[in-house]
């Protein structure tokens, strides 16, 4: 698997853990990271041996977010441009930006993202995508836009909703302001805080190999069904999972599930890849 000029991508076994290698910038996110990082969601997807990701971050810090500087200096004229023609370029861009952070939430590979220090706008967009977030505890969270004179347009207003739910997410949108580990834990937004990022990353990296040990079919399943089912009533989302499983239940994962119930054994899955 190829590294990136943002990410290193390290496997270890059947997941990979996708790093933030820019530890001398605080891995701020320039435009590098943007520009890579539907391909890296790609390959991993492409990677039939991976079956779960995690993102990290090199260095002290998960990442402070967008590099402004760098954006100002590559796309300036693109923000300050009063024409309609250029105003759609700078549509486009925004468009562009945010295919990254939608292929992670679109993957049927689950995603983890493991925490340490500053998680901030651009990077608290990323968080959002993934499926399950752990922290350090020296962790900390800001939906920070707001306060760089920003709409937060790379998704976590349209996401966090669903994960800490309408108020705490307004809350964070309309201060911009900076939230604990704990606090993250109570509102959650985190799944679990370990005491340091190496406790949290190797409890990242124990969850990501469960669900590797799991039916790929069937995870991906369960992806595609929670994505349906997001934002709709009750009733459309249990009828789906209905028609998912009528279609797809007797899988060859499934025969060695029922094998392995009626020999006590423990099941073997993924047995093709």
């Known amino acids: 698997m190829k590294n990136f000029e943002f990410f290193e991508i390290v496997e270890e076994g059947n997941i990979a853990i996708v790093y933030f ?17 539907p391909a890296v969601v790609e390959e991993i997807n492409n990677t039939k041996r991976i079956r779960a990701f995690i993102f990290a971050g090199k260095g002290k810090t998960f990442s402070t977010g967008l590099d402004i500087l760098d954006f100002s200096n590559r796309f300036g004229g693109t923000f300050s441009s009063e024409t309609a023609d250029k105003r759609k370029d700078l549509y486009k861009l925004i ?11 679109e993957s049927n590979k689950p995603s983890i993202a493991v925490v340490q220090r500053h998680c901030i706008g651009g990077a608290l967009d990323l968080i959002s995508a993934c499926d399950i977030r752990y922290c350090s505890q020296d962790a900390l969270f800001s939906l920070r836009e707001a306060k760089v004179a920003i709409v937060a347009d790379m998704g976590s207003i349209n996401r966090l909703p669903a994960i800490i739910g309408d108020g705490n997410t307004r809350e964070l949108a309309l201060t911009g302001k900076d939230i604990t580990a704990e606090e993250a834990y109570h509102i959650g937004l985190v799944n679990k805080v370990l005491p340091t990022i190496e406790g949290a990353m190797d409890y990242g990296k ?19 069904v929670m994505r349906h089912s997001e934002g709709k009533p009750l009733d459309d989302g249990l009828n789906y999972v209905a028609v998912w499983n009528s279609s797809f239940l007797n899988s060859k994962d499934f025969e060695e599930a029922l094998k392995s119930f009626q020999n ?9 890849n």
């Open 95 to 105: 468009l562009d930006m945010q295919k990254g952070i939608n292929a992670i939430y």
């Open 21 to 37: 290698n820019k530890p001398e910038k605080r891995n701020a996110m320039e435009w590098s990271f943007w520009r890579d990082l």
């Open 206 to 224: 124990k969850v990501a190999n469960e669900i590797a040990s799991n039916s790929t079919f069937v995870i991906n399943g369960v992806k595609e």
């Open 264 to 272: 006590r054994t423990r099941p073997e899955y993924n047995k093709e």
